[in-house]
């Protein structure tokens, strides 16, 4: 069995946001890391969904200092959400945590795009 180790790729821009790119070949993604600035959040999701519905997924941790933030910023844009939130740290690494995320899901008929 061939595990592929996933490479990253960092590319900085000026407005304090940073994309990683995770190099699976024709899986690949890119990933957003930003500092203090939402106001492109919507544009980006756009970019990289084909759908209006999106669920925003945190630990407790983040839940209470940015998914008000985050989905208003989504909703001003025309997104659906809603939102799921999982322990913090270890406990989150469960098979009941998952089963509980893909309930949440199913339950909003969303699905990978």
Known sequence: MKFLEPQ???HQNASQS???TVDLADRSYPIFVTLGNYDDLAERVSEQC?????????????KS??????????QEKGFQTCHASV?????SKKLTV???????LFDHALERS
């Open 8 to 10: 990253t790729t960092l």
């Open 50 to 62: 084909n759908s209006r519905s999106i669920v925003v997924i945190c630990d407790e941790n983040v």
């Open 18 to 20: 940073r994309e990683l």
């Open 87 to 91: 322990p913090a740290g270890e406990s």
């Open 98 to 104: 998952m089963e509980s995320l893909y309930d949440k």
């Open 65 to 74: 200092h940015y998914l008000g933030l985050v989905v208003s910023k989504l």
